[in-house]
């Protein structure tokens, strides 16, 4: 028994020293990934659930490092946060993504909308909105077109500068959307405090609704809320046409989700068709 003890005790250690390494090795090569060009922005299609058409995409950060292959957005993103570097590298996925918003419209000659994911320390940096006027102005893209995607850890920081921000976003122009809907403590509340203009509703509910009821109802009284607040309703995860048929039927507006598409790279996407048959 003291033997296991000891082995358990040791194995443990080894896991948690494990943790740390790949934690501190990931820190380190994020630190010089920008200047070494090891990020990509991918792009994932949002369809009209009517029509059946591209209204514009969601900007997913990709990094390939020589060393660590390629990692995860849940993986690394947490550790830019943590570290700061979210902040240039943000900066990065914001000024790429408008850029190519810029190139996409001219090429099909539609007014797509790009929404960019935002963590709450890129919210801290007083010089995001400027930077982000700024990448507006570069390239000739107006705010309306532009939308941010934060989830509800952003807003619970309660601090002033979060208000400030979401003040100036309002301002500008520029969408607000929710994204994760249902995965938190308080989103209802912020719904009322805050004026979102798009609520996506998280695939973890998207996955069940063709295989249980509660999810069905928990969807679709969201769809209903979400409409009876003038919100956009953005469904995310949608692998299979069951599901994409049932969010038609409730009315759900937009679709995102492997049935249509994976986030793809940028020169993929000025390709991308949507299959019109069924
Ligand atoms: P998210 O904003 O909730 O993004 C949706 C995630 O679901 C993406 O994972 C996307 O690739 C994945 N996804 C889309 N459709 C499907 C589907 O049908 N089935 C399944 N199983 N998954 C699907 P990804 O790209 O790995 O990103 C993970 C998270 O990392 C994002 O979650 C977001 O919170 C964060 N993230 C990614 N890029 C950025 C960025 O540029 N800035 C910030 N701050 N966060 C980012
Ligand atoms: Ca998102
Ligand atoms: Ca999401
Ligand atoms: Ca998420």
Same mark, same amino acid.
């Given at each position: 028994?003291? %033997?296991?003890?000891?082995? #358990? ?11 740390? $390494? *790949? *934690?501190?090795?990931? +820190? +380190? ?12 922005? !991918? ?23 020589? @060393?660590?292959?390629?990692? #995860? ?24 993504? %408008?850029?190519? %918003? ?18 709450? *320390?890129?919210? *801290? ?20 077109? @532009? ?7 952003? $807003? ?11 003040? +100036? ?20 509340? !912020? ?26 109802? $928990? ?20 692998? #299979?046409?069951?599901?994409? #048929?049932?969010?038609?039927? %409730? ?12 986030? @793809? ?14």
């Amino acid at each position: 028994a003291k %033997l296991l003890g000891r082995n #358990t005790y040791s194995l443990f250690t080894k896991a948690m020293n494990d943790t740390m $390494l *790949r *934690r501190f090795e990931i +820190e +380190e090569q994020l630190s010089m990934a920008l200047e070494r060009n090891e990020f990509e922005v !991918y792009y994932q299609p949002k369809i009209d659930v009517k029509n059946r058409s591209i209204i514009g995409a969601e900007a997913l950060l990709r990094w390939r490092n020589p @060393l660590l292959g390629n990692v #995860t957005p849940d993986e690394f993103i947490p550790i830019a946060e943590h570290t700061g570097l979210i902040v240039p590298i943000g900066k990065y996925v914001v000024k790429q993504a %408008l850029s190519f %918003l810029n190139e996409w419209k001219k090429i099909h000659r539609k007014n797509y909308t790009m929404a960019v994911n935002l963590s709450p *320390r890129q919210f *801290r940096d007083k010089a995001l909105m400027s930077f982000v006027e700024q990448s507006l102005n570069d390239e000739n893209i107006k705010a309306g077109s @532009l939308e941010f995607e934060i989830t509800e850890g952003i $807003l619970m920081d309660g601090s002033s500068y979060i208000d400030d921000a979401l003040n +100036e976003i309002h301002k500008l122009g520029i969408k607000l959307s929710m994204d994760d809907f249902g995965t938190g403590y308080s989103s209802l509340n !912020y719904l009322r405090q805050y004026s979102f203009d798009i609520l996506k509703i998280d695939r973890s509910f998207i996955k069940g609704i063709t295989l249980n009821k509660a999810d069905f109802d $928990l969807v679709k009284a969201t769809i209903a809320m979400a409409h009876s607040l003038d919100l956009l309703v953005v469904a995310e995860g949608v692998e #299979t046409h069951e599901q994409f #048929t049932l969010l038609d039927t %409730l009315g759900c507006d937009l679709i995102q989700g492997y049935y249509f598409s994976k986030p @793809l790279p940028a020169k993929k996407l000025l390709d991308f068709q949507v299959a019109q048959s069924d």
